[in-house]
């Protein structure tokens, strides 16, 4: 079955980076984009950005411009998001997602990865 | 971006009852997504293109809608359907959620 498997949680810096990895399954993985989602404890979803594992391009929300950095390795059918200069703002549970190709949903989750930032 | 506004924020609703919760949106979208959450979990695609139930969903639940006001609703609450229930949309970029309605069995 369709399966998107994320590691596992992450206790970091203030200032640090830190790269989340999100390895699909059951798929062929360069058929679909991946995408990310952040969510703080308590609050809604944001869309952060997608990729296109079959070129590696790229497309962001603005707020993410500068913040997060996805790339995939095709060889192993594993996506990645590394976050940059982090702050208590950045600490959330992250997840990658897959959308269907046709209405704009998002059919298949990870588990998700909480991030939590502190010194 | 378009910015979607659900409510109520918190519905709490006794079992065997008839429940909706709206979502409406800052400029007209084509279809509306629904999501269930429970604590601890992530989202599950719960109605997508505003009225197709997806794999597993029971059938007390149904969408509805058009242009900037949608609605998911359940014909009789039952405890398992306590949870967050979040709309989006992606008629435009970026895609975005509303804030979520937590529905509470009382």
């Known amino acids: 079955q369709v399966q998107l498997q994320q590691s596992g949680a992450e206790l970091v810096k203030p200032g640090a980076s830190v790269k989340l990895s999100c390895k699909a399954s059951?798929?062929?993985?360069?058929?679909?984009?991946m995408y990310w989602v952040k969510q703080r404890p308590g609050q809604g979803l944001e869309w952060i950005g997608e990729?296109?594992?079959?070129?590696?391009?790229?497309n962001f929300n603005e707020k993410f411009k500068s913040k997060a950095t996805l790339t995939v390795d095709k060889s192993s059918s594993t996506a990645y998001m590394q976050l940059s200069s982090l702050t208590s703002e950045d600490s959330a549970v992250y997840y990658c997602?897959?959308?269907?190709?046709?209405?704009?949903?998002?059919?298949?989750w990870g588990a998700g990865t909480t991030v939590t930032v502190s010194s | 971006q378009i910015v979607l506004s659900q409510s109520p924020a918190i519905l709490s609703a006794s079992p065997g009852e008839k429940v909706t919760m709206t979502c409406r949106a800052s400029?007209?979208?084509?279809?509306m997504h629904w999501y269930q959450q429970k604590p601890g979990s992530s989202p599950k695609p719960w109605i997508y293109a505003t009225s197709n139930l997806a794999s597993g969903v029971p059938a007390r639940f149904s969408g509805s809608g058009s242009g900037t006001s949608y609605s998911l609703t359940i014909s009789r609450v039952e405890a398992e359907d306590a949870a967050t229930y979040y709309c989006q949309q992606w008629s435009s970029n970026p895609p975005t959620f509303g804030a979520g309605t937590k529905l509470e069995l009382k």
């Open positions: 059951g798929y062929t993985f360069t058929s679909y984009y």
């Open positions: 990729i296109n594992p079959s070129n590696g391009g790229t």
């Open positions: 400029s007209s979208v084509s279809y």
């Open positions: 997602t897959r959308a269907d190709g046709y209405y704009g949903y998002f059919d298949v």
